[in-house]
């Protein structure tokens, strides 16, 4: 039946997801215990599992999750542009700094929550734990991770907005984007983080909704 295919396919999809964050997040907890260069060491593989998440974002066109599309837009497509063109296409600057190590780090901790707790949420369990962190993690770590958007936005931009300007065209239209999305910071932040104020209170906000989350 539809009901069973789409179950199994969230299923499947945020179990792959899941396995794959904790992994990272394993090569990033190594990393720090190393001190090594965190997101250096990291980005490849988290870009790529960052593009598959983007299938989040069909998900929510096309009705499969009832996730609103806006915040899974700026969050998913945000990121991904702050890993490839900030953290990975800038300088070393950038990709060594530690500000970077904090991003991918908070990137990671907020996703070996929220993956599992889909997981579970699509087979109709409510792990008390999961949806306690789901819907309190973000509280600290949504700052902390917009902090360190905007700090590696900001050390970027010498290299797009100078040193760079005049032998990469790219440069150009990648700094006046960089000034727009730290203008519109703010705007973004509060976007993203009234979203999961929200659901907190539907999902915490009652014995009745923490029996149905």
């Known amino acids: 039946s539809p009901s069973f295919l789409k179950t199994t396919y969230l299923f499947a999809y945020n179990g ?26 990291t980005l490849e593989a988290i870009t790529t599992l960052q593009l598959l998440c983007s299938v989040d974002i069909v998900n929510a066109i096309l009705g499969i999750t009832s996730t609103a599309l806006t915040p899974v837009l700026l969050q998913q497509l945000g990121r991904l542009c702050i890993l490839i063109f900030v953290v990975g296409g800038s300088t070393t600057d950038v990709l060594h700094s ?12 907020i ?33 902390v991770g917009i902090f ?11 290299y797009y907005s100078t ?10 239209p990648v700094a006046y984007l960089e000034y727009a999305v730290l203008g519109a910071m703010p705007f973004i ?14 999902h915490l906000g009652s014995k009745k909704a923490a029996k149905t989350a």
């Open 111 to 143: 996703e070996i929550v929220r993956y599992p707790h889909y997981v579970f949420t699509v087979i109709g369990k409510d792990l008390g734990i999961l949806r306690f962190l789901r819907y309190n993690m973000f509280i600290p770590l949504y700052p």
């Open 163 to 172: 040193v760079y300007l005049v032998k990469d065209p790219i440069a150009v």
């Open 148 to 158: 360190c958007e905007c700090a590696v936005i900001y050390l970027s931009l010498d």
């Open 16 to 41: 792959l997801v899941s396995l794959w964050w904790w992994a990272v997040f394993a090569d990033i907890v190594y990393a720090w215990i190393k001190q090594e260069h965190v997101a250096a060491v």
């Open 189 to 202: 932040a509060n976007a993203l983080f009234g979203n999961m104020m929200r659901q907190r209170r539907r």
């Open 98 to 109: 530690r500000v970077a190590d904090v991003l991918v780090t908070v990137y990671a901790a």
